[in-house]
Structures are given as structure tokens and as C-alpha cells.
């Protein structure tokens, strides 16, 4: 199975842009997936130079709703069988002290089911909802009917693909926790092994606690890995000594 990174936050080929976000394609079951969006339009003329035709996406999954992730919105091309897939909460107004930084606003008329349970997208795709365990870290604050409250990204998810024996997990920021998403995904899917990739919001972690993180992936049977964006450059090269596996960039297919 291959996946096209069409956003990160970093480049190895000068000809691939890159921007803080993510951005994930992929294709199972005879359908088209598209996880996250970036924050602008560069998915688009990334997804150009890898040939990967976006106005046939059946599936656009948001992992959250931070603009990192969901800025692309305004420029995807909809087509008519195209279904948007997130989180109740993923369209709550988020903020990181005065800024904004959440769902693009004046997008009304777009139909997005939200999903606060476990669904099945495809005989092998997943939607993961909310991922249960505890949060440690809030994020900003979210506003509703007129109230702050503190941000703990409870819409913070992700997709599970079973691929064989194994389970392939593709993780946006990973607010909710990597450990607690992949100990979800595995208590709903059996696996011989698990694949995770995407963004594990580990830069501000200590080594004490990258060490544990590493420890608990293990214990959980995780066998690969693929890092980026928001993990921090520390904690993707601790990672990466203790998991087979590559660091994610943009432009880059990676196979699983």
C-alpha cells in the first residue's frame, strides 16, 4: 500500500513545497482518501507533481480542526460523490491566545458528517472518533454559546487501515495522545502489528518522557513508524533509532 505526503513541514526534494500542516493520500478498497489539508492551497500543486488527481476523492477525513490541518478547505475541489468526515467538535471556534486558529470560517453550505463514534468508511478504512484515555495537554481554548473553555481536543482523531495482518494507523496531531490512539484503535481492530504515521505532538516532551512514550509503543506491538510534523526533530530521531521506519517530508510516497 502506498500513501502521498502532499503537506509536512519539511522537504527533501526542492521540488515539493512545504508548509506547518499535514496532508495524506491514499488509496483502499477502490476508493480515494484524503486526510487533512494543510493550511493553504500548496496540497494542490504538490498532489500535481505527484500525479495524484484530487478531484476524484471519495473520502476527505479531518484528524482536528486546527487550521494546520483544515486551511486547504476553501481551495479542494468538490465533487458530487465527495464525503467530509470529522468530529462534532473539529467546528468549534478555536484560539490560541487572540488568534484564531481553527476551521475555516464562512463554509456553511458544506456538508460535513460529523462523527463522534467509530466508523466504518470502507470494508478496511476506519474512522477512529473520539479516542478515549485521558488528555494531558490543552491546546488554546474553544468558544461556545459564548463561553471559553480550555481545549483538550477531544475532536482529535484518526484512521486505522487494515492491511493484512497488520493495522496501519495515520494520525493528524495526535492532541488525544499517540499512545491513547493507538491503544484505541487496537482494542477495536486485531493486528499482528501496527503501522503509525503522521504527526505525534511530541516537540515539548522530554527525553524521560519521549523514552516512555517509545516504551509504550512497544508494549502495544507497534513495529514501524513513520514521524513528522508536529513531533519534533528530537523525538523523530528517538523514534527512528528504536522503530523501523522513515521520516515523513512532503512529495514523499511512502510503502507500508
Do not use: W
Not at 468530529?87 to 484564531?100: A, E, F, N, T
Not at 453550505?109 to 490543552?138: T, W
Amino acid at each position: 500500500m502506498k500513501l502521498s505526503i502532499l503537506v509536512e513541514d519539511t522537504v527533501e526534494d526542492s521540488k515539493f513545497e512545504a508548509e506547518h500542516g499535514l496532508s495524506v493520500y491514499f488509496e483502499k478498497d477502490e476508493k480515494k482518501f484524503l486526510l487533512d489539508l494543510g493550511q493553504s492551497d500548496m496540497f494542490l500543486r504538490n498532489a500535481k507533481k505527484l500525479n495524484v488527481d484530487l478531484g476524484e476523492i471519495d473520502f476527505l477525513v479531518f484528524s482536528h480542526g486546527h487550521y494546520d490541518h483544515t486551511g486547504g478547505l476553501p481551495y479542494f475541489p468538490i465533487n458530487d460523490k465527495l464525503r467530509i468526515i470529522a468530529h462534532p467538535d473539529c467546528l468549534l471556534p478555536k484560539y490560541y491566545r487572540s488568534k484564531y486558529i481553527g476551521f475555516p470560517e464562512n463554509l456553511d453550505n458544506l456538508l460535513i458528517e460529523l462523527k463522534e463514534k467509530p466508523a466504518k468508511l470502507a470494508d478496511n478504512v476506519h474512522f477512529l472518533g473520539q479516542i478515549h484515555g485521558e488528555r494531558k495537554y490543552s491546546l488554546g481554548y474553544y468558544e461556545k454559546n459564548g463561553v471559553k473553555h480550555k481545549d483538550f481536543l477531544l475532536d482529535d482523531t484518526a484512521l486505522a487501515i487494515i492491511e493484512g495482518p497488520r493495522l496501519i494507523i495515520i494520525a493528524g496531531c495526535a492532541h488525544s495522545g499517540i499512545v491513547n490512539i493507538v491503544k484505541y484503535a487496537k482494542e477495536l481492530f486485531k493486528s499482528e502489528g501496527i503501522i503509525v504515521i503522521g504527526g505525534f505532538h511530541m516537540l515539548n516532551h522530554s527525553d524521560d518522557e519521549i523514552e516512555e512514550t517509545i516504551e509504550r509503543l512497544k508494549k502495544l506491538n507497534v513495529v514501524k513508524i513513520f514521524p513528522g510534523h508536529c513531533t519534533g526533530e528530537k523525538a523523530i530521531s528517538k523514534l527512528l533509532d528504536s522503530f523501523d521506519g522513515e521520516r515523513l517530508y512532503s512529495g514523499k510516497i511512502i510503502e507500508v
